[in-house]
């Protein structure tokens, strides 16, 4: 499988794989006789459980996105009071 196929399946884009292997989260995949990644089914599996790792802990069940305060929620930063226009008289 070429890497555009093995992104479509997995829904990222293929910056994400082609970083994942640069990071050394996945091995450098199999290239062809022109230089283009080559994707076993057992390297698209190994891909799915880094993503599942990286993936799964930053979604939020929907209770706790709904919060708004309280420890460990996001609290953006205040947006900042527009200046005001002040005319000489």
């Known amino acids: 499988m070429r890497v555009k196929a093995v992104a ?3 829904s ?12 050394g989260a996945i091995p450098p995949a199999p290239r062809d006789h022109v230089g283009h990644r080559r994707y076993r089914p057992e390297d698209v599996e ?4 880094v993503l599942y790792q990286v993936v799964a802990p ?7 996105a709904l919060q708004t305060k309280g420890p460990g929620v996001r609290q953006d930063p ?11 008289r």
């Open 8 to 10: 479509d399946e997995l």
């Open 12 to 23: 990222v884009s293929i910056d994400t794989i082609k970083k994942l292997e640069r990071t």
């Open 46 to 49: 190994a891909i799915k459980r």
């Open 58 to 64: 930053a979604r939020e069940p929907a209770s706790v």
């Open 78 to 88: 205040p947006s900042p009071k527009p200046e005001r226009c002040v005319t000489p």
